[in-house]
């Protein structure tokens, strides 16, 4: 019988390790909804704020001067949120490589969900 717990010829121990078997903490599913913004914003000019149910996306920006031309561009987008949604959880992020507001919140009452790869499986039975 093999004793682990001595040197190996190349010169490394053999150790057991016990695994950890503690429960994980389920992590909270999140709802998201990508609002993308003409190019003609930035950042600096997109507001966002939540209304009854709607999170509001306003921006506004003038380009231009008034001896030469004044030129305003005005945008406003409405995004209704989902009743599972917490309103408290919203956050709203710019995307830079898409180019607009992510708005993020977090779903109430939820465990974990099913991997969006995990199908049913159904066995058929066939008769040779």
């Known amino acids: 019988m093999a004793d682990f717990n001595q040197f190996s010829e190349s010169g490394s121990t053999s150790q057991w ?34 209304y009854n149910g709607y999170v509001l996306i306003r921006a506004y920006v003038e380009m231009g001067n008034e001896e030469v031309d004044l030129m305003q561009y005005g945008l406003q987008r409405k995004v209704r949120v989902p009743t599972d949604v917490e309103i408290a959880t919203l956050k709203a992020l710019w995307s830079k490589r898409s180019h607009g507001v992510v ?21 058929t039975e066939q008769s040779v």
């Not at 390790?17 to 600096?44: N, Y």
């Not at 708005?103 to 066995?123: N, S």
Request: hydrophobic share 40%.
């Open 103 to 123: 708005v993020v919140g977090m779903i109430k009452d939820a465990d974990e969900g099913r991997h969006p790869l995990a199908l049913p499986i159904q066995c």
């Open 17 to 50: 390790t016990q695994l950890k078997t503690t429960k994980r903490k389920k992590s909270q599913l999140t709802w998201q909804e990508l609002v993308q913004i003409p190019g003609v914003f930035s950042a600096t000019d997109v507001m966002v704020q939540e």
